[in-house]
């Protein structure tokens, strides 16, 4: 049965003000309906006056994914009742968006390159925010520092073919949106989606109020659970709006005359018609993923697989380009694999990890003064004083404190002859030719010297140890 995944996302843009007023964006740590005005609360009389800013970075957007921009495009009042749209309406753009006919690439589950057609981008304001308060007297709250704050929404023709590739697809896009720098992924929010999806011959289904890129794929995988199951027991899917519950990792039916809308659009009679074609051509496309990553591959000699991982994320690109001079390689590596490893399983932002330090870092594994495993050493306690939010010693200092400079297998001997003598099993299991018995040894060898020798040093070290029966 044949998966069909459409996405409808909606993505704050990071202006610093509001889509139709002064008020500014920056709301996250204040307090609730601290960031409004007339405009904002919809108060009688007031109008709204159009951010250029939001503007020009939906045309950023239009134009790195090679969309064709309307030669005039208008807003529209969306008629809803709900206590997060004081007006009873959202302005938003409906028959005339901003763009429309673009292209996004990327890769199906079987590795090879396709393309997800965008169908249109357009403009419109974000809704207050509603909390639901349950208890004994249940009642909600709002806060209106949300209303107001531009959105873009991009929506795509059904051409994904699984959950994964949807994650891909909203991956693919985040990444652009961030190297295009109109939005900020780590805002809580900041990126929401709804997605249709239908088995091929069913009826299709809207998974609403998924608020995550990583709870898509959940929401889409139970959707297909779901909706394959009512095939096979010989029911019929039907066509709904349903609920993810981001905790629960479930969709329910959001079945219900309130979500049985008609919205009467009608074009907004406060706001010009928006004629944005000649701008279009001034608008300068900064470099973009997939041209980063060949320059990396071409400029630093670094593998696909890397340059794929380390682009991915401007601020990650960024310090890769600035630590890379000391050995392009060996920081490929340590960036991309342990660095990112370490930083993943600290929950922490390459943001917070000084680049010199690392630079340092690597100068001194490039010298050979300290072992792979001895620069994961320091490498963790550095990290472990920005975690704590305390400036990170250098790494010299480090190694010097821990005693973690690289020795040469002469200073352990005696540790490689205790460590024979101690484990006869083992010596005879190397005689009789078994290869994890060497590395055992090696092991321990390791453990008592904490690292601070060349595992492959030590290898022949200890063969070498044997063989001569020196123990
Ligand atoms: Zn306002
Ligand atoms: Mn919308």
Redesign the pocket.
Known sequence: MKTIVGLEIHVQLATAT?L????STDYRDDGPNT???????GLPGSLPRLNRKAVEYGLLVAKALGMRVLEESEFARKNYFYPDLPKAYQITQYDKPLAVEGIIEIEDDEGHEKIVRITRVHLEEDPGRLVHVAGASKYSLVDYNR??IPLLEIVTEPDMRSPQEARRFLNKLRTILEYLRVFDGDREGSLRVDANISLEGSERVEVKNISSYKGVEKALTFEVTRQKNLRRRGQTVTRETRHFMEGRGITTSARGKEEEHDYRYFPEPDLRPLRVTDWVAEIDLPELPAARKNRFMAQYGISPNHARTLTGDPKLADFYERVAPVDPALAATWVADTLLGELNYRDMSIAAVPADRIAELLGLLRAETVTDRAGVQVLREMLDACAAGRPSERPAAIVKRENLGRTTGDDFSAIVRTVIASNPQAVEDYHAGRKGALNFLVGQVMKETRGRADPRELGRIVSECIEKGEV
Do not use: Q
């Open positions: 509001k139709f007023c002064g008020c960031h409004c005005c007339p405009v904002c609360l209303s107001g």
